[in-house]
Structures are given as C-alpha cells and as structure tokens.
C-alpha cells in the first residue's frame, strides 16, 4: 500500500509528466550539463558519479521521463534494486506506451528476483561491475551499454 504522501504525489507526477510529454519540454542547459557528464561518468566505470550527475538533473527536471531510466539503469548496475524499481516505475508512469515498456518491465522482474533470494542462492551472480565500476550501465534487455541521451 502507497504511503499517504506517495498517494498525494502520483496525481501531481501525473499531471507533471502529461504536461512534459504533451507540450515538449527540454531540458534547460544546466540539466543538460549533468546528463552529459553522467553520460560521461557512465562511460568512465564511474557509476556513483555518474549516480550523483543524474539525481542533479532530475532535481532540475523532474518532467524528464528518460532519467528516471537512466538513472534506474546505473542503481542496478550498483545493484541498488529497491532504488532502480521505484525510479523505472517513475520512468513507466512519465513514459505512458513507451516503446520499451516490455522490456523495461521483464527487467524489473529480474531486479525483484534479485531482491528476493539469498547471494547463494545458485542463479545469483555478482555484478562484477559493482566492485570494479569499470562498465557502462547495462541496457534492459541485459545486454552492455551506455545510458541514452534524455
């Protein structure tokens, strides 16, 4: 069950969010800056940065379906689960028929089932990029890659 202020907030985003998508909206140039530095960070293995660049900008953007995406790729890279499905949900609520919802969703399974077992379990395999950072974030269809421009 939502929380009180999380039952609040949904007729806001969604008002917010149809707003974005039915006027257009861009990024200002400040907001801009931190998705391309993320962008960058991403690129470098540098995930907490690129973590860090990415809440800026949706601090700036909170209309910007694309960097709830984003930055719910880089929180599973992290394998910061419970974080990456609460901001892919804020991606799917922005993002109403978004061509990838399938895909976006099967991986949100995936985290879940992450979240639900034991490390030991036998299907469990450690992100190897957590330790090291040196990998971009990975695509929802498992697969290795960079964030897309929001």
Do not use: C
Request: proline share 7%.
């Amino acid at each position: 069950m939502l929380s009180p202020s999380e039952e609040e907030a949904r007729p806001i985003r969604a008002a917010l969010f149809k707003l974005a998508v039915n006027s257009d909206l861009q990024l200002d140039e400040e907001s801009h800056r931190h998705v391309v530095r993320a962008q960058f960070y991403v690129g470098e293995g540098k995930l907490e940065a690129a973590l860090d660049e990415f809440k800026k900008a949706l601090a700036l953007a909170p209309f910007a379906g694309r960097l709830y995406y984003n930055t719910a790729l880089v929180e599973a890279k992290l394998e910061r689960y419970s974080e990456a499905l609460a901001d892919m949900r804020l991606y799917l609520e922005a993002s109403p028929g978004a061509q990838d919802e399938r895909s976006v969703k099967d991986e949100m399974i995936k985290w879940e089932m992450y979240m639900e077992k034991p490390k030991d379990y036998p299907f469990y395999e450690p992100n190897p990029d957590v330790a090291a950072s040196d990998q971009p974030a990975a695509t929802p269809s498992g697969g290795q890659g960079g964030v897309t421009k929001g």
